[in-house]
């Protein structure tokens, strides 16, 4: 199978996500009903379609693909496959900046899809991965436990943060929040896939740009650098176009994990090493993983439903052991 054509097969697998998984959840809707503002009526149906479920999918399509595009990225430029958002501390900043926002009515300010949320989120994502960068700037690097325990600390340290704060915020008013800290797509609107396609699109679009140099500097920056790689605007721009994906799903779906590690691992072992490969595909595989684990949640639990953070977690977690452990027991 040719390069194009393993794109494509993930392009389909995404395509039939985006077809089958609206139809999913605890009411049946009916085929004829949905699409019968075609012939000028509104139903029930075609409303809990095309205003809920539809820009659901579609959120956990764009911020699954963001997460999953932002981790390849990531585990090039550190050269450590357990590299991505959640492990680095960038998703727990984000986090933590948009919960600022949320929470707190004086740091509120919307203008049009746009607000606070959004921008606390870039910061807290900054900040995060600032401190990471700052760690492999050192004199000799840092090594991946180093990187790793200061990511997962970052991680804690935003999660003691936002539990601090829940402490001063009424019990009425954290229920509304209480979905969104477990990172879950259920308040999905069209107002809100928006605001991820505004923030997450030009941060993937950065990544892009850089495919052509991740492949000579996944062999090393030496090896990088003799090939005419500037390693340093690529580890820059790699960095800004990460924190920009990441908090823009943060702002949005709140903490998700993992989905950065579990697709970018599995779109390599389908496709291979080649970045200009595995960058689009990890966009496409990690979307059709989040909106499968997203309408799984919907599924199994019927009438209820399960945080699709809960399920990357459970998934994600023996696998970031199981790496974790192979890389411990390597030379």
């Known amino acids: 199978m040719t390069k194009n054509h393993k794109i494509y097969a993930f392009l389909a697998v995404f395509a039939v996500c985006l077809a089958v998984f ?13 699409f019968s503002f075609l012939i000028g009526e509104w139903t ?19 911020a699954g693909g963001a997460l999953a ?33 949320r929470a707190c009515p004086f740091l509120w300010f919307a203008l049009g899809p746009l607000n606070t949320s959004q921008v606390l989120a870039l910061l ?32 804690v340290i935003s999660g003691g943060a936002i539990m601090v704060i829940s402490g001063f915020i009424s019990p009425w ?28 699109v030009p941060g993937l679009a950065i990544l892009a740009m850089q495919a052509r140099d991740y492949n000579p500097l996944g062999l090393g920056e030496e090896m990088a ?48 090493p080649d970045m200009r490969t595995v960058l689009p595909c990890s966009f496409l595989f990690g979307g059709a993983l989040l909106a499968a684990c997203d309408a799984a949640g919907r599924w199994a639990a019927s009438p209820l439903e399960v945080p699709v953070g809960a399920l990357t977690a459970v998934l994600g977690g023996p696998l970031f052991l199981w790496l974790l452990a192979r890389r411990r027991q390597g030379p």
């Open 22 to 34: 609206p139809w999913i959840g605890t009411e049946r809707l009916s085929f004829r009903e949905v």
């Open 44 to 62: 029930a149906d075609g409303m809990i379609f095309f205003q809920i479920r539809l820009p659901r999918v579609l959120m956990g399509l764009i």
């Open 69 to 101: 595009m932002a981790g390849a990225a990531l585990q090039v430029m550190f050269r450590n496959p357990l590299a991505e958002p959640w492990t680095l501390g960038i998703a727990g900043g984000a986090s933590l900046g948009a919960f600022l926002a």
């Open 124 to 155: 807290g994502a900054g900040g995060a991965l600032s401190l990471v960068l700052s760690l492999a700037r050192r004199p000799g690097g840092a090594g991946t436990q180093t990187l790793l325990l200061a990511g997962v600390t970052i991680g």
């Open 173 to 200: 008013k954290l229920a509304e929040f209480h979905r969104w800290l477990l990172g879950g797509l259920d308040a999905a609107d069209w107002r809100s896939v928006g605001t991820l396609i505004f923030l997450a």
């Open 225 to 272: 650098a003799g090939q005419g790689v500037d390693v340093a605007r690529v580890r820059r721009w790699t960095a800004i176009g990460a924190g920009i994906a990441s908090a823009g799903v943060a702002a949005v779906a709140g903490p998700v994990g993992f989905v950065g590690l579990l697709a970018p691992h599995a779109v390599r072992r389908i496709v291979g």
